[in-house]
């Protein structure tokens, strides 16, 4: 396994975007739960090994890809940049810790309610990410400003890119070493697409 970037950044933070970016800088796949066969409900084995606490063969799970953004991957931005040290770091954010839980209100959270619950592998991403609370605004809002402090504070600078969508390209080019390409930067599954 060899990742050129390691996304720390949660869902809703423009990973999807970052999704087709990267696999158009990079010239290779990404990794995101969009692109997992059998998502959100059934990640596979691979993937809940990982998060059920068990070690998993990172190698046959990230095998096809060459970057990873959005969940279940960045759950494990540590590991990861440890396997990959020479890795860029991208944690995306958004502006605000309440326009992101706004942003997850309006699309991830409503599928992850469905009645019947939704498979292991969900209710664990969100174990994973708030604990064994509620996952009402403040419990969220705290998950997200916890997880973002986390990241910072442990990867060095010379190694970490803070990202906005609204940045667009050149601030990932560039810290890839990369030309800025010439077309507009992609932007997909904004809140309006779900629905």
């Known amino acids: 396994m060899r990742l050129r970037v390691v996304g720390a950044g949660l869902p809703r933070t423009g990973t999807s975007s970052l999704r087709v970016a990267l696999e158009r800088l990079l010239g290779g796949r990404c990794c995101h739960m969009s692109a997992l066969e059998g998502h959100p409900f059934n990640l596979g084995d691979d993937w809940d090994r990982a998060l059920n606490d068990q070690q998993p063969d990172w190698d046959v799970i990230f095998k096809d890809y060459n970057a990873a953004v959005d969940w279940p991957a960045s759950q ?26 706004e942003s997850m209100a309006a699309t991830i959270l409503p599928a992850a309610r469905i009645d019947p619950a939704p498979g292991p592998h969900v209710q664990r991403l969100f174990e994973r990410f708030i604990g064994k609370g509620r996952d009402d605004a403040a419990t969220l809002i705290s998950a997200y400003e916890r997880h973002n402090a986390e990241v910072r504070r442990s990867i060095p600078r010379n190694r970490l890119l803070e990202w906005r969508a609204t940045e667009g390209w050149a601030p990932i080019c560039g810290a890839l070493g990369l030309p800025v390409p010439d077309d507009a930067f992609p932007w997909t599954n904004r809140r309006e697409d779900w629905g």
Do not use: H, I
């Open 76 to 101: 494990f931005w540590r590991e990861l940049s440890e396997l990959n040290p020479d890795a860029l770091v991208l944690l995306s954010v958004r502006d605000s810790a309440k326009t992101w839980y």
